[in-house]
Every structure is written in C-alpha cells, then in structure tokens.
DNA sequence: GATAAATAACTGACTGGTTAGTAATTAAAT
DNA sequence: ATTTAATTACTAACCAGTCAGTTATTTATC
C-alpha cells in the first residue's frame, strides 16, 4: 500500500462482507413481497450490486432462501437459550422472558416476517421447509417445552399434555407476527399493541397453568 | 352415422355450474400449490375446460381468487353465527362449540387452507385482503367477542381486554390450520390429533378465563 | 318435424412481458 | 500478467391473458 487514496473512491471489492448484504436484502424483499414475487434483480440492487454478482454467492434462488433462514435464525434459537437460563430457577419469569423475549429478538424485528414467508413456501421448498423444522421449529418448541416441564416440577404450573400445550403456545407469538406482515400492512387494522398483546397472553396463560388452589374442585 | 350414442356423449356445455366447478379446481390447487405457483391452465384442466373457458367467467386471475373467497368462506360465517345462537345461554358450551365448529365446519376442510393463501397474498393483493378482513377476519373476531362479552355478562368469565383477548383466541385455530396446510405436508412431523389440540386449547383458555375463585388473591 | 340460421359455449394456438440463470466481457487487485 | 470480482447482455422457459375459429344448442322457417 504505497499510496492512500481510497477513501474517496467507493469499496469495489467485499467478498467477504456480499453474502451477508445479499441475505440481508433478500430477507427484506422475501417478507416485503412473498418469495415469489421477489425479483433477483431487485435483490442485487438493494445490495448495491449486479444479478450476477448475486449468483458468484448463490447457486439459486432457492439457496438464497436457504441462507436467509441460516444467516438470519439460527443464531437467534441460541441467544434465547441463554436469555432463559439466567432465570432457570423462576418457571413464570421464565415464561414472561421467553414471550417477551421471542417478541424482541425475533418477532419485533425484520425476522419476523420469516413464519409468514415459511408458512406459504414449505410446500414449493421441501428441502428449506425441512431445514427450518429441524434447526428452528423443534428446537424453539423443546425451549418452550422446557419452561413448561419446569414448572411443573417446581409445583407452579399443573400438568398437562406438554406437546400440545408447547404447540399452543407458539401459536399467538407467530400469529401476532404473521398479522404484522400481512394484514396490518395493507389494511387500515386498529393498530394492536405488541406490548398489550403479549401482557393479556402471559396473564391468560399464567392464570391457565396455575395449579388449582388447594384442593378445589 | 345411423347408430345414436348421444346418452354416451358427455354434457358439454353447463354454464350454470362452470363458475362453481373452477373456483373449487382454483380452491384445491391454490392451497395446494400456493397463489403464485398456481398455472391457470391447471385450474381449468382440472375442472375438465380449458384456459379460455376460464376466462369467460372470470377477468383475471385476481377475480378468480376473489371468488373463492366469496364462495367458499363467506357463507361459512353464517352458518358458524347460528351454530353458536344455539347456545347463547350458556358460555362455556358456546366457546367449545366456537372451537369444535370452527375445526369441523373451516379448519378441517380444504377452506382451512385459505388463511395461509390469504397471509401469503394480503401484500399482493391489497384489495382482496381487505375483502378478507372486512368479510372474514372481522365477523369471525365479533362471533368470538360475543362468546366472551356474554361470559363475562353471566360472571363466568373474569373480566379481561376482549379486543386482544380475541385475536389471541384465534391464534391456535389459525395456528392448527396454517401448520397442516404447510410443514405437516412437506415434513414428517410427529402427527398431531386435532381433537386433542382442541381439547387442549379450550381446557387452558377455560381455566384462563374463569373466574378468580371466590375473593382469592 | 325437418332444415337452416343464429347464438352461446368452448378451444387451443399465439403474444407479449417477465425473469431465473448463463456467458462474454471489463475492471481491479496483487 | 494473472487471478478475482463484478457487470452487461443474453437466452430459454414460463405464463397471464387474447382471439380467431370450432362445436354444441337453441330458435326460426317452411
């Protein structure tokens, strides 16, 4: 390097840092407009780069999607792992957390457009589907199991079908993100609070797990 | 030729039942396939024309997803609001009749696979969304809070936001549905029993919603 | 009641626009 | 000078929507 000049010029050459612009670029277009309405073209531009720039990084576009998932998700089922743990002793805390938790890290942010983009393509992508049960899916559910069980053996919440209750669950946390993305978007919906929604969900769950007072009916 | 084989020869021309038979061939391969993924030369070969018999009853693609909605969904409302006015006395038996109605009259049936078409579609196509919303998605969430609202009318219920309380009850209907119509299909996930979700469901949100027992913290 | 004319339902080849993926080429770095 | 990054121009396939023409059914005429 004998002279610098550079600063001015913009950086051509980033091989290191394309992969994660394009994934980033296609997360945003893949939820903004559905899989298949997402041009290539528009995710090489919102990167800064050429479509054939986008296939020196992706042998496809179903590899794109595939990284998006890889890039994106799967490193956040580890940071809630941990986010549980400093609670492993409070089974209510540790609900709370997991529901506020999942709202912050994942459903709040770009990601949580994710679910609705998986739900409408498992079927077209087998492969990326399967991905997304075994590194997400699953081991979101076996978290979720895990606050359940615990609090069953800690004598806070009664016993129930954990399968299905874990299963249950999930259900408003995605469903809250599945709106935003959707309909929230296109029509004017009276605006929900995501804060709101998850303090009614913790009460009404809390209040459904309890164990019954002592020797109710 | 002498001979008469016209009781053989196939009814050609029915144009009473056309629009019927292609908006339940686009129903099929729509939630089947997806919106996008869906060739309108497939829809009119399974319902035995070809495209340009398609376009005789329906302008464009959008059209003919409109139409499923308004045929298929619409009237289901309906008949779910006087399933429940059977019931009007007693809430709890109108929540489970609202679950176990939804499941067997929607969910169950190929229209349970119009929520997932229609969260994957709402960005696409702003007009049908609000059809959606307006037709479905709000009748269904008033049929919901009238269970609610008359159970906390009858002190059966406690006291809670039934706004939110609504689309949170809501969430694992949708939730059992989308999950069939996608990873269930492409992936070999432990089977779950519908019945038993519900079961599940309706025993949490009973004990959820129920009553803090008399003057109890 | 037979025949012809008119109409309604239907077909399938075609078009025009779109886009995933490729190949030829240029620019930059070492 | 050679390798690597990136672009540009291209191709091949796909598919919504059209339309000129065909077949079936109804109506009119004798």
Chains 1, 2 share one sequence.
Request: hydrophobic share 45%; charged share 25%.
């Amino acid at each position: 390097m004998t002279d610098r000049v550079e600063t001015k010029a913009p950086v051509r050459r980033r091989k290191e840092a394309r992969p994660q612009e394009l994934t980033a670029a296609a997360l945003s277009l893949f939820v903004e407009k559905g899989f298949a309405a997402t041009r290539l073209d528009e995710v090489a531009a919102r990167a800064g780069v050429s479509k054939g720039t986008l296939y020196l990084y992706f042998d496809s576009k179903e590899a794109l999607f595939l990284a998006v998932i890889r890039e994106g998700i799967v490193p956040i089922i580890e940071e809630g792992r941990k986010l549980l743990e400093a609670h492993a002793d409070d089974p209510e805390r540790m609900l709370r957390e997991y529901l506020f938790g999942w709202w912050a890290l994942f459903g709040s942010t770009e990601l949580g457009g994710v679910p609705k983009l998986m739900t409408s393509e498992a079927q077209n992508f087998p492969e990326v589907a399967q991905y997304y049960v075994r590194e997400v899916i699953l081991p979101g559910k076996a978290l979720m199991r895990e606050v359940l069980d615990r609090g069953v053996a800690k004598g806070v919440f009664r016993q129930t079908n954990s399968e299905l209750v874990t299963h249950i669950l999930m259900a408003p946390l995605l469903h809250l993100a599945l709106w935003r993305h959707s309909f929230a978007v296109c029509c004017q919906v009276p605006d929900m609070d995501p804060a709101a929604y998850l303090e009614s969900f913790f009460d009404l769950v809390l209040k459904g797990l309890a164990v019954t007072p002592e020797g109710g009916k």
